[in-house]
């Protein structure tokens, strides 16, 4: 059959062709958790803007990227038991329904910490100190309902927050303040107790640093020797462009897997900004302030910073890959640059680049070479 078109029309025909072919060919990113999926999952942590919808695109980017789900914020007692007797579940619900549709791992953060628990937990209607004993019942009547309204559907509990300072001793809380150095024990027994099929966790941030580690070692052993259960120990894993040395991690993960414990690193980041050393961890009751010489990237990235941010991802990846045995979970604390808590601590209204993917959901170069580690 003689061919209609004329030589314009079918020169104009063939690029068309062409470019769309070129453009369905353009090959798609891989979902993060699925080129992990032989190593350990892949999680984030989500908040309200994600899960409520506002944000469109958050959704189903999530549920492409990752296959562990931890509320960022929803779960915390402030949130989750804000007055005597009333719960609110709602975000937390939320959260959890579309992790579970998904098909995604749910971490329950988190039952006891120091922080973001209203005053009125360690007092009583008078506003006096609360008793050890009303103190124990009180942390066990939360437990066994925030356990309970979630058995089944959160898989794994951080159980325990932020408990050891940074040398080595135990935080100096209102829970050991009231309670005694027991309340550890007993917050794991209680969770244990509410649900017997979740795993349960001892989650801080810098608890690779040897001196903070060699004063969790010997709890975790405590309470292995006692026959309390404890599954895993979360390396938060707030990190720096320089800091901490590999090897320190490398031999942390060796030291809590030698205890028979999962390791995860639970909030993962790595912070570009200039920070002051003394402010290297995550206590939010730290702040520091406003400088412009503290935000010199508010229009972008320089390129050398995302070299060394990829370079540095390629190697915390190379860690964790060699330690894939132990290590069963990495969570990114937060699912891009925009959203991450680092913008705002400790120092409010920075522009932060400290996730694998930019406020756009475009992969950015450390996407890439985490990506590569996988394949070595
Ligand atoms: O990312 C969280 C931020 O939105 C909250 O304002 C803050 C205080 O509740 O907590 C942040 O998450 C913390 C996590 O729950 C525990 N480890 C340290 C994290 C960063 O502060």
């Keep these: 059959m003689k061919n209609s078109f004329s030589p314009v029309v079918r020169y104009f025909l063939s690029i068309l ?126 437990i066994f309902t925030v356990v309970g309204h979630f058995r089944g559907r959160v898989k794994g509990w951080d159980v325990l927050n932020e408990a050891v300072d940074e040398d080595g001793s135990l935080r100096k809380s209102k829970w050991l303040e009231i309670i005694g150095k027991d309340y550890i024990q007993l917050a ?11 795993e349960l966790y001892y989650n801080d941030y810098n608890n690779e640093l040897p001196a903070k580690r060699e004063g969790i070692l010997p709890i975790i052993k405590d309470l292995k020797q006692k026959g309390v259960k404890i599954d895993g120990v979360g390396i938060q894993g707030h990190w720096h462009l320089d800091s901490p040395k590999l090897n320190v991690i490398d031999e942390s993960i060796s030291k809590y897997a030698s205890l028979g414990l999962k390791v995860m690193i639970t909030e993962m980041e790595v912070n570009v900004l200039p920070t002051p050393p003394e402010v290297y961890g995550a206590d939010v009751s730290q702040q520091a302030r406003y400088l412009e010489t503290l935000n010199p990237y508010p229009a972008g990235l320089p390129d050398s910073v995302s070299n060394q941010l990829a370079q540095r991802y390629a190697d915390l990846f190379g860690v964790l890959m060699k330690h894939k045995d132990a290590v069963t979970r990495v969570t990114f604390w937060g699912v891009h640059d925009g959203y991450s808590w680092k913008n705002d601590w400790p120092i409010k209204g920075r522009t932060n680049y400290p996730l694998l993917f930019d406020r756009n959901y475009k992969p950015k170069k450390a996407f890439y070479s985490v990506i590569k580690t996988a394949k070595n």
Excluded at 61 to 87: L, Q
Excluded at 103 to 117: A, R
Excluded at 188 to 198: G, L, Q, V
Aim: proline share 5%; hydrophobic share 45%.
């Design 188 to 198: 794991f027994e209680f969770a244990n107790a509410a649900d017997p099929w979740a």
């Design 17 to 142: 062709f062409l470019t769309f072919s070129l453009l369905s060919c353009k090959k798609k990113d891989p979902g993060l958790k699925d080129v992990f999926s032989d190593a350990f999952l892949i999680g984030t942590c989500m908040n309200v803007t994600q899960i409520n919808g506002t944000d469109l695109k958050a959704k189903p980017f999530i549920a492409a990227n990752f296959n562990s789900v931890t509320a960022e914020n929803a779960m915390k007692w402030e949130r989750i038991h804000p007055v005597p007797g009333k719960y609110d579940f709602a975000v937390a619900d939320s959260i959890v329904k579309f992790a579970l549709a998904n098909k995604m791992f749910v971490v329950g953060h988190v039952l006891v910490w120091h922080s973001q628990t209203p005053d009125w937990v360690f007092q009583d209607s008078l506003g006096n100190p609360l008793t050890r004993d009303a103190l124990i019942s009180r942390m066990k009547e939360h």
